[in-house]
């Protein structure tokens, strides 16, 4: 089992749309969230750290359950520029530090 | 502020062949690691190193080597290269929990570098 899953996707969703991204990890020692963003041909970006109590950033809504070991992400009216891959990222802190990646969902977002 | 410098952005090799990746951070961070990204495999961990003269294995290790002598540095080496390893390479470095400000070990990245593997 991979350490974090996420649906490959793709999402092709209308502007103005709201699109929800799942994700789930598997060590229940990992210590920080984070969703970032990649474009095309280019390296990943942060978009959004992620907490217990919810974060929102914009139109961006970021959720973390730890008992159930799931972190989601929220687009609400989508744009053209949302269309990306969006990975679902996780750090773990047992035997020592490292980061781990989901292998990302793919969203078109279509006028 | 560089952030995380790679080199070379793209470079071609024959089966066989050894080469460096380079990078470079100029952030102080202790933590630096190397992934590839393949075609729906997302970014799968090659190796990655906490400090200088501390490197482990990621989750794909095989074929590749890594030092790092500097906290600036940290070199990925292919000994003989395979069409296999044909794929898009990235740098990463964050501050460790504890670690700098509380930048929740964000990763920068570098550019990326795509290697092909003849």
């Known amino acids: 089992r991979k350490e974090v899953e996420q649906d490959p996707g793709p999402f092709n969703v209308p502007e103005g749309a709201t699109v929800a991204f799942n994700c789930t990890y598997s060590n229940s020692a990992s210590q920080s969230f984070f969703w970032y963003r990649q474009d095309c041909r280019k390296e990943p970006k942060l978009l959004m750290s992620v907490y217990s109590s919810g974060n929102e950033d914009g139109r961006f809504t970021a959720q973390l359950n730890r008992a159930s070991q799931y972190i989601s992400l929220l687009i609400r009216d989508s744009k053209l520029s949302d269309s990306a891959t969006y990975l679902c990222v996780v750090n773990l802190n047992t035997g020592g530090f490292k980061t781990i990646f989901g292998a990302g969902t793919r969203l078109f977002v279509k006028a | ?118």
């Open chain 2, 1 to 118: 502020n560089a952030g995380v410098t790679q080199t070379p952005k793209f470079q071609v090799l024959k089966t066989g062949q050894s080469m460096t990746l380079q990078c470079a951070q100029d952030m102080n961070h202790e933590y630096m690691s190397w992934y590839r990204q393949d075609p729906g495999m997302g970014l799968r961990l090659i190796h990655y190193s906490v400090g200088a003269g501390i490197t482990d294995q990621g989750e794909v290790p095989n074929g590749y080597n890594v030092s790092r002598s500097t906290t600036e540095d940290f070199p990925l080496r292919l000994l003989s290269a395979a069409p296999s390893q044909t794929s898009v390479y990235f740098c990463a470095s964050s501050y460790l929990p504890g670690q700098g400000d509380s930048g929740a070990n964000v990763l920068t990245f570098g550019a990326g570098s795509r290697l092909t593997v003849l």
